[in-house]
């Protein structure tokens, strides 16, 4: 390619929100093709992004530019990717939608849900959810903004090995086909594919409920069990995964896909995933609030077992491994009466789904 067609090829401007783990390793992908701005909301990372190259002392790509301006992100592009944790995304999608127009899309990597409850009320105070409670990310901003072109972003991709430039894969899920172009556009790489899947749901979901399991999968790994333990938890959290996916309207392929399944393998085998860490450090004996006191970056999965347990209630279906590990993180369960509890579940037919 000659430098006149690398240069116009760069002219695009693409939107970030968010300059965590993920945001930083997604932004630095799109910016090998485009120009990325990158929001975040402290005046000192902006300065760092800017002046350094860096945020929070995460290396950036040259042609990344950043902003506290929501308003100014909104105006230079068309194409934002919202990659922030659960817990803030209302917030932060609130603060966008002044700004949003049909026009725009929007793609967001969150491995998280959000509950939509009356105005006063908890999850501690209602302790069950319905369905129509439960908002998937692509819920959160189609219901809070006038953006009609939304996506998502899931599979296997641990960011720091993103960072490394090791290859990986992901899923754009969306139910429109131009938003899969459009992420294949912005992020196919030589060590980057990019799969499409019209199942938004089924494919958020499967990147929110596999880290349930990696959760499980990192006590495991703190009891020191073996490997023969492992694929048990995988193969029945894989079931137990299904079966939640579709109480919430996903389908079975996404879960066995690549942001399922893919993204279940690669997270309860990894020392770098927090929510496998969670489970580690549980199991090595701390308590929860220590561990979560101590962590820099989020681990959805706890609050996703919170959520998931009070919509058991509601939904008519079990999930053994969810329900034992909300009472290890939230009752007096250990992990070694929960794995008893778990090997004497009446779990008989191996795959019930197909
Ligand atoms: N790190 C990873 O390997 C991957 C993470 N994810 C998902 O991406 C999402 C984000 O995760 P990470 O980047 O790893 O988290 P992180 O904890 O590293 O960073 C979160 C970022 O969001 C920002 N943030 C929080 N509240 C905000 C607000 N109100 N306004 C603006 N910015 C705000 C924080 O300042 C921080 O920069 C999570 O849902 C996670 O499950 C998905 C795939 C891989
Ligand atoms: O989702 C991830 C990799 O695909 C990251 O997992 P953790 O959030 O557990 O680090």
Redesign the pocket.
Known sequence: MDMASKNSSKQKLIGV?????????IANMLAEKNEVML????EE?IEEINQEHS??GRPLHESIRGTFSAEELCQSCEVLFF???????L??VR?FAPYLYPYHLIIH????LAINLPEGKTLESVQSLKRSQILT?SEVILQETVAVRVGC???P????E?SLGQPAATVVASRYNEVILEGQKLLRSERFQVYGNSDIIGVELS?VLK?IIAIAAGALAGLGLGENAKGLLISRGMVEMVHLSKALGGSVQSVIGLAGVG?LVTTCNSV???NFTVGYRLAKGETLDQILETM?????GVNTIRVINAFLKTAGIRAPITENLHRVLFEDLSIEESLQFLMKYPFSVDVDFV
């Not at 929100?17 to 390793?25: C, K, L």
């Not at 990597?109 to 998280?112: A, E, L, N």
């Not at 820099?296 to 959805?300: G, K, L, N, S, T």
């Open positions: 929100v968010g300059a965590g783990s993920f945001g930083v390793a929001y975040a909301r402290k990372v945020a929070s990659m922030i944790p659960s817990s803030a995304f917030e932060v603060k990597g969150t491995k998280g990310m972003l899931a599979g991709n641990i960011s720091k993103l990147g880290n993204d770098d995933s927090r820099e970056e989020v681990a959805e």
